[in-house]
Every structure is written in C-alpha cells, then in structure tokens.
DNA sequence: TAACATTGCTAAGTATTGCAAGCATTTTTT
DNA sequence: AAAAAATGCTTGCAATACTTAGCAATGTTA
C-alpha cells in the first residue's frame, strides 16, 4: 500500500552489496531488483521477499508488511476463537462438532486398516 | 505445500456457501474462485487468501503455506497457545483427512435443516 | 593507453493473477 | 408449467511480476 522507494536501495547499500551480488545469492534477476528499487514494482511476491529478507537479515514478515501485504501476526482475538489445531484447518467449529469430528475422524483410521 | 486441489471447494461447502456468495463477501469473483477450486490457480496472492481466511475462519498464515508461499514462523507464544484439546488428542491430521473431515463436516451440517 | 570487467539500467518478451461478460444448467418463484 | 433467479463454469482481456539480452558509463588491469 504504502511507499517504499528507497527502502531496498538503502538496504543493500548498507550492507554494500551491489546489485549482481544480490543476484547471485537470491537468483533475482538484477535488473528486477533495479526496478525494484526504482520503485517500478507494486508487489514483489513472498518468494522473492522471502530471498531479500534472509539476505538483507530484515524480518520476512517486516518486508510484506512493508509492501502491504496483509500482516502476518495474528491478533489475540483470532488466536483465541480457533481454539484447536483442527480448527486452524477447517474454520471454527462449535464443541458438539469437534466430538462428532473426533468420532469420525476416528472411524476413517480404523477403516484403512 | 504443492497441491491444494480439492481443498478450498471443500473448505467453501463446509460451510455451506455459494461462489457468488463468497464473492459478495470478499470480493473476489466468483470465476476466479471457481479457477481456484479447480486448480488453475497456482498461487493466489496474499490479499486474496486474507480474504479466504476470513470468510472460511481458518489462518491466514496456514493458507499461505498451503499455496507454497515460504513458511512464516510463529512466536513461541502463539504456538502454544493453539494447540489445544483436539490437537492434543489425536494429534497432527494429514492432508488428505483434511479434506474428508470438511467433506463430513458438510454433511454434518447440511443434514441439521 | 588500450583492453577488459563491472556497474546500474532499459526494452522486450513470457507467464500468471484476477476480472467482466456471458453461457448452460439447475433451483426457486409465481 | 412458465418465468425468473441462482449456480458453476469458460473465454477473452488487462495488469503486472520477473526474465533474458543488451547498452552506456565507470572502474580495473596490462
């Protein structure tokens, strides 16, 4: 969403590497990461940040928020309504569900047997 | 990490939902959703799978390293706190019981009307 | 000085996301 | 039963990430 030109340009100067050099190690093409810096790029994909991140040592998760991506933490309120495992997987489910999944899931198990 | 297909069309009739409803909800058209289900997606961005995980109430973070994008790793704090009772007993689900749990969790659902 | 390598950058091309419009079939309403 | 609405899906199309190939300028070496 927001503007970062200038942002990866410091970053890389900072740690004095040119822009072959970045490429070398994250195999992005360095005249991506140019228009990158020249602020010609909306949305680099998280693969690609993913790369930046761990060369640059700045935080993945900082980089997408950077480039305004959804952010990544989850909010306690989210934390607290999936309450299991499951739950993250298959969207929230009311307790007479979870036993009832249970049951089935157990059924599936003993069924491939 | 590789294939997901099967797994959102699931997702979505678990909970009972239409494509168009789920586009008026998120604002992705319902071709594009439809694309997805099918598996001519590759990687749908970030924005869209934050849309997805609200609709369908399952992490963000789980989504976006269902489609391949690169693992995010989570605060000790948070870890611990999700992994609760159904976790706790039957532990870790596959991939593919995944699937059948949401198919059955339809079922469940639809038969309650 | 001359040859060569390295630098940042641009242009053109490929691939893929995501949308608008429309179609065929099923479901709902009258 | 007919009309209308809703459903899943396909087909172009625009936007954009990312690459390969190459250029001009600067730095390096013989």
Known sequence: M????GYF?????????????VE????????YLS???SGKIKQPSPLTLHKLSEIYGVGYDILMEKV????????VAEINRDKSSIALRVGSITEDE?????NYLKFMRSRKK
């Open 24 to 31: 070398r190690q994250t195999e992005v093409s360095n005249a």
């Open 98 to 102: 979870e036993v009832e999944l249970l």
């Open 68 to 75: 305004g991506y959804p952010p990544l933490k989850k909010k």
């Open 9 to 21: 340009k410091a970053l890389r100067e900072s740690k004095g590497l040119t822009l072959r050099e």
């Open 2 to 5: 927001e503007n970062y030109i």
């Open 35 to 37: 228009q990158l810096e």
